[in-house]
Structure formats: C-alpha cells, structure tokens
C-alpha cells in the first residue's frame, strides 16, 4: 500500500481591525482536500491545534498527480486552495524478462498462438499449408512476468503458388448468352486446342456472345473469356453492293447509287468537298457581306459506308482530320419592320442570318425571344457594337445605329434545350421630349411607344381625336405600350404635354 506521508499545510486566516473592547481573533476549525481537481470527492477534517496524516494512493495510477487542500476558520470564512504535485512512480521490476509470447495472422486476433519463452527466446514452426497462396501478415508479441504485454510487431510474408511441372490443359466449358446452366463441356485434346462445331439455328438475329474457360489436370478453371457475334439477317440470293454514301464531319449523307456490283470497286474516285458542316462556329470566324458567306476554321473528317440492294449499310469508314477553312452560307432571310419571325435554333456548327433595310443612320431594336450568341455586321462587313438589355417579357434587345442601309444578323450557340426562336427588328424614333419628361426616353417604333425612366409616375396618352388611350401609373424601368399609327399627345404627372408621333 503506497501511502503520502507527512502532509502539512499552512493556512492563513484573514484578521481584520475591530474596536479593543470587540477584539476577536479568527483560529483555523476545517479542512478539505481532495486529489486530482475532483472537489466533489473532497475529504473534511478538522485542524484545530494542528493536523497530519497518511494517504493511501496505491489506486491512483502511474504518473503525476495533484492534491490541493483549503481550510476554514472559527468565522466560517474558507481560505484559497493550495495545490501540490506528486509523482505515483512505476515500480521497480529488476532482472524482468519476457515470458510468454502470442502471435497471430491475417489480423485474426481471436485465434492467437500463446506460448512460453525459454531465457528470452522461442523457435516457432508455424504451419502455413491452410493459408492461400498470395501475400499474408504475421504478428507477434511478448509479455513479462507481471502480465504486461510489447506492443506487436508486424512483418508480411507470400505463399508461393504450388509449381505443377507436369499440369497440361484438360477440359474445357461453354455457353452462349450467359446461360451458364446450359453450360457444354468437353476434354481437352492432346494438342490443346478445340475445333467446335455449333447449331446457331436457334438463335434470333443480332448481337449475342459466347463464352468458355479452360481447365487443368489440377482440377483449376481459367476466367470466362467473352467473345461477341452476330447472327445477321438472311440475304437474298444474288445480292450486291448498289450505292454508296459519304459526308463530312456530322452534316447530312450524300447517297450514290452506282451500277450493281458484288464485290464494289470504287477506283478513282473523286469527291469535292462542299456543303461541309463546320464542327464549331469559331468565334474569329470572318463574315464576307458581298458574298453573305461566314468563313469557318475547322479540323474536318470525312466518312463513307457502302449499302447493298437489301438496304443495309456496311460500317462506316472515317478518315483522319485535315485543316480546311470552311464557306458557310445562311439563307439569310428578309425581316419586315415589326413582323417577328420564327425559325429554327442554330445547333452545333449552324449559323442563322437575318437581314434588315433602313436608312444609313437610323436606330434600329433586334429582339431575340431566347439565349443564343447573335453578332451584327453593316453592309461593308463591319461588325456593329450594340446596346443590349432585357425587356419585361425576358426576351434580348440588341441596340444600335446603322452604318449603311442594310444591316446583318448572324446567331449561333443557341441553348441545346432550345428548338424554336423569334426575331423581330424595329426603326426606333426620338420623340424629342426625352430631356423634359421625367428624365427618361420616350421613343417610337412602329405601333409602339418605350419608356424608360428612373423613376414610376404617372402617364396619360390622348389620341389627336381627343381620346383618351391610356392612362395608368409606371413603374421605374422599360414598359412598352401598344398604339395605332398616328399623332398623340403624352402628359407625364403633371408636366407640360407633348406631342408624339407612333409610325
């Protein structure tokens, strides 16, 4: 039993000044003290007239430890805690030698070795004939008298694969279409090799597969091996090879029909490269307005299959990728002022156009009703900077001034979820009154007015007729109204009215 001995603390007792006929001095009456910061588990004691004792702390474990201590005076009143270290040591094991050992493998812990220790040492034959051929882990360690244990020590170690000097090939198994239970086996001939004869009659037409394994004298079997085929339709009798096709990269087939011909001889062949899809509308690509053709650079493929007189074509032949700079031509359609259009959503390696006249100089809105990349290009080819912003209705107007009377559209990129857009173009007319209404614009196009201001107020629209068109509160921002062609008169709150002409 391990014991603390001879503990003392000295506690001080706080006096205070008082009147000499009220003079009492404050004596230390109890003590606490308990070990390792667990206060609830604190012993009391009293150390009236002095107070010593011996602690047994054979529980405690090995290392260092606290023990703090307070006491308290005739008043009540309790003192600081006092806090000292002591030192529980590890006993003394001299001459200590290991015992006994343990070992195990493969992490099997539950099914460990145990065995004695001669002066230290142990010869260990183990029997490793149960265990599988491949890579194993062995662990050992050792214990003392006094039961305690080493940590283990790890070492890895193969068992070889049995050598089968006289093994041959012996049998072998096949199935088709995974129908293992229908499995077909045989021997294996003194030559190692199999000539099969399979009834295929039963099998429907198209892709199966066919698989086999092999086995050894030893009784061992190889993994399946997998082979595909195809059991293809029945041809005519007489039939030969009456067309051929070819394109370029994924644009449409070009079909030949040629004189009928088994096998099909194509020598000197010669196909001009034209209608070619680009794979990618490059964004350096180059627009030629007198030609109204885009020029693509692209790395181009070229593929061709032969069919026959059944309608089937043989697999297709592609060729390596040549450099080519690629003619595009949009069949650029004609937009009528205010008239939208609805047509097809360029794809991948498609360009749309669109052309609109006005007078050199005028202010033209484009309106695309969908997400796709649009560029815009004057008569002379010169690509035309643009105003873009997003009206109430979620749809994209591009703004500008044109530079000549003819102005170019050209949208690629659309969104792959997209299959039909519209377009719309319209000539916009400053009203003149932008800098005293409001602080915003009011512009007119054809059968409609755009506002746009900082701020909502109120506006009324009266007709040259004295009718009132509309009268409502705008929001800050665009709005659009629709008028009929003619002359108005706008008031904004209460602002001067103007006068206004709708095209």
């Given amino acids: 039993m391990k014991r603390l001995r001879n503990l003392a603390f000295l506690a001080t007792v706080p006096l205070w000044a008082v009147p000499a006929a009220q003079a009492q001095v404050a004596a230390p009456q109890n003590g606490e003290y308990w070990i390792d910061q667990q206060f609830d588990r604190r012993k009391s004691v009293t150390i009236a007239g002095g107070w010593q004792t011996e602690l047994d ?38 001459g200590n030698l290991p015992a006994t050992y343990e070992y195990w493998t493969d992490g099997h812990f539950d099914k460990r070795v145990t065995g004695q220790l001669a002066e230290g040492c142990a010869d260990l034959q183990i029997d490793c004939s149960a265990l599988v051929p491949g890579m194993h882990v062995f662990n050992i360690r050792t214990g003392d008298a006094y039961g305690n244990w080493s940590a283990p020590r790890t070492r890895y170690f193969l068992v070889p694969a049995p050598t089968f000097a006289d093994n041959a090939l012996a049998g072998y198994k096949y199935w088709i279409d995974g129908a293992y239970d229908r499995a077909v086996s045989g021997v294996m001939g003194e030559t190692g090799t199999i000539d099969l004869q399979l009834d295929l009659q039963n099998l429907c037409k198209g892709l199966h597969t066919l698989s086999y394994q092999v086995s050894d004298k030893c009784g061992k079997t190889s993994a399946p091996v997998v082979r595909y085929f195809i059991v293809p339709d029945l041809l005519p009798a007489g039939n030969k090879m009456a067309a051929y096709e070819y394109w370029f990269n994924t644009g449409p087939r070009v079909r030949v029909e040629v004189e009928p011909e088994n096998p099909l001889a194509l020598d000197n062949l010669v196909i001009e490269i034209k209608d070619v899809v680009p794979n990618e509308i490059p964004a350096d690509y180059r627009f030629d307005a007198a030609t109204e053709t885009v020029y693509c650079a692209d790395n181009v493929f070229f593929g061709m299959a032969a069919c026959d007189q059944a309608g089937n074509s043989s697999a297709a032949v592609l060729s390596e990728t040549f450099p080519m700079t690629v003619p595009v031509r949009p069949a650029f359609a004609d937009l009528t002022e205010g008239t939208p259009m609805e047509f097809e959503a360029p794809g991948p390696g498609r360009i749309c156009g669109f052309r609109m006249d006005a007078t050199a100089g005028d202010s033209i809105a484009w309106t695309l009703n969908s997400v796709c990349t649009a560029d815009f290009y004057d008569g002379n080819g010169t690509r035309l900077p643009a105003k873009t912003k997003t009206d109430e209705d979620d749809n994209t107007i591009y703004e500008m001034k044109t530079a000549t009377n003819r102005t170019y559209a050209l949208l690629h990129h659309a969104s792959a979820v997209v299959r039909e857009m519209g377009i719309a173009c319209t000539r916009l007319q400053t009203t003149g009154i932008a800098e005293t209404m409001c602080g915003g614009t009011f512009r007119a196009a054809k059968n409609s007015l755009t506002v746009d201001t900082p701020h909502g107020g109120r506006l009324r629209v009266v007709s040259a007729a004295g009718l009132s068109v509309a009268d409502e509160n705008i929001s800050a921002g665009t709005t659009r109204l629709y008028l009929p062609a003619g002359i108005y008169l706008l008031q904004w709150e209460n602002e001067a009215a103007r006068k206004i002409f709708i095209p």
């Fill in 57 to 94: 702390v054979s529980a405690l474990g090995e290392g260092m430890h606290s023990i703090s201590f307070r006491a308290s005076d005739t008043r009540g009143r309790w003192s600081s805690p006092v806090t000292r270290y002591f030192l529980r040591a590890v006993p003394s094991h001299e």
